[in-house]
């Protein structure tokens, strides 16, 4: 498996509250990604990242924010979270952005309730 | 729009017997196409991939998928069904243009196998 931590695994939470979740690679991938799932929807894009410092949204940015300091940790953040955002959060890493051969590697998700 | 249409939420099939999930797309150019698998609590796992060539791809764990390009179809396959291959199947795709290995999900295919 793929060197992918994200933390917390499981968090509850109040509407309004921020919340942060962070991904951890050890594979020095240039590549990061965060997706939600939800039942009916498969995975979507929130943002990504192709670098240090160099993000982009995805198609469901609305609502949040994201920050890569370093190589290895990619955070998603909630600045003010709502029910609406309850869902399963995916971290992902890929090697290269425009090499196909080279599949994304999933985390194994932070599930988040919103109260 | 670019979408992936996976038509059934739900596949049963016995042990030991054929199985198919389908997956049908409709993105511009040639596509890259996916597919990945989810078991409980876990994040997505990488079964295989068309790039090119041959229409007819192998993959981990004895699955296979039929590239259809007329029909834009790219179904998945196994021979024979084991009761552990229950779980979530999602395929997706991936647009040639565009530098940042963007996917695009369907929205997933429970398999269930009985024994």
């Known amino acids: 498996d793929a060197g992918i931590t994200q933390s917390p695994r499981h968090k509850v939470t109040e509407t309004g509250t921020p919340v942060t979740l962070r991904c951890h690679q050890t594979e020095n991938h240039r590549y990061m990604y965060w997706y939600r799932q939800d039942p009916g929807h498969g995975l979507r894009l929130i943002h990504y990242s192709y670098g240090v410092k160099d993000t982009d949204k995805g198609e469901v940015s609305d609502g949040y924010s994201v920050s890569r300091s370093k190589t290895e940790d990619f955070l998603l953040t909630l600045e003010s979270a709502t029910s609406s955002q309850t869902s399963v959060y995916f971290c992902?890493?890929?090697?290269?952005?425009?090499?196909?051969?080279?599949?994304?590697?999933f985390g194994d998700g932070t599930r988040l309730s919103i109260l | 729009a670019q979408s992936v249409a996976q038509p059934e939420d739900q596949v049963n099939v016995a042990e030991g017997n054929p199985l198919t999930v389908k997956c049908t797309y409709s993105v511009s150019g040639n596509p890259y196409l996916f597919w990945y698998v989810q078991y409980p609590n876990r994040g997505l796992q990488f079964l295989l991939k068309y790039i090119t060539g041959d229409n007819l791809v192998k993959g981990s764990y004895g699955f296979e998928a039929e590239f259809n390009k007329s029909q834009t179809s790219f179904h998945l396959k196994k021979p024979s069904a084991l009761v552990s291959d229950s779980a979530l199947y999602f395929c997706?795709?991936?647009?040639?243009?565009?530098?940042?290995?963007?996917?695009?999900f369907g929205a997933g295919t429970r398999l269930a196998v009985h024994p």
């Open positions: 992902a890493i890929s090697e290269s952005g425009g090499i196909p051969n080279q599949p994304q590697h």
């Open positions: 997706a795709v991936r647009p040639r243009s565009g530098g940042y290995n963007k996917l695009i």
